[in-house]
């Protein structure tokens, strides 16, 4: 019998179209498809650098024209929002200059950022960065999404741990994660922790219900 190594897919690229909807939603031809979806990328890692203490959970572009409309959902909107408009209007310029686009920039309200996962992932990130246990910091984490309602809930911590000669994984789960049902409404996140020792990743995973039996939630 073959040894056959898994195949791993991201949990959202899997229900895109399905459960789940486009966090980049425009349309351009071949010529410029490329450029605008680099653009995009240096958009989302310019926005969660400047932003990191907001706490970002995701960022949606939409483009008409020479448009571009950002709406960046966060735990700490008035971060964001600054004094009389001030820190957003200093994002949008700087956002403008980067693109040479005109930019809109709309901010939501993340209402439980314990049940977001990657709320949870930057915030794991950040303790780790302080030098905390990562144990502990994953046990928290993992107990705060329990409690905000997440029926299953993974956290994997990868890199040199605690300072360790060499890197390793570290894993802890609690519930249920149905990751091949579609129907399964589940939050990923993934974030890096820069420390004195190295990247250190964080990935966590949420069950938050089935979509079918949720019909008063919103498919994110």
Known sequence: RRNVMGQKIHPYGFRVGITRGWQSRWFAEKSRFGTLLVEDTKIR???????????????????TGDEVRILLHAARPGLVIGRKHAEVDRLRDEVQKLTGKKVVINIREVSNPDANAQLLAVGIAGQLT??????????????SARNA?????????SGRLGG?????????????????NLEADIEYGFTEAST????????????????????NKDVK
């Open 149 to 157: 309602g997440a029926l299953g809930v993974k956290i994997i911590c």
């Open 196 to 215: 004195t020792y190295g990247k250190i990743g964080v990935k966590v995973w949420l069950f938050k219900g089935m979509i079918r039996d949720n019909k």
């Open 164 to 180: 360790a000669e060499m890197s390793r994984t570290e894993r802890y789960v609690d519930g249920r994660l149905p990751l091949h």
């Open 130 to 143: 302080k030098r905390s246990s990562f144990r502990r910091a994953m046990r928290r984490a993992l107990e």
């Open 45 to 63: 890692r310019f926005v969660e650098k400047r932003l990191r203490l907001a706490g970002i959970a995701r960022a949606e572009i939409e483009r």
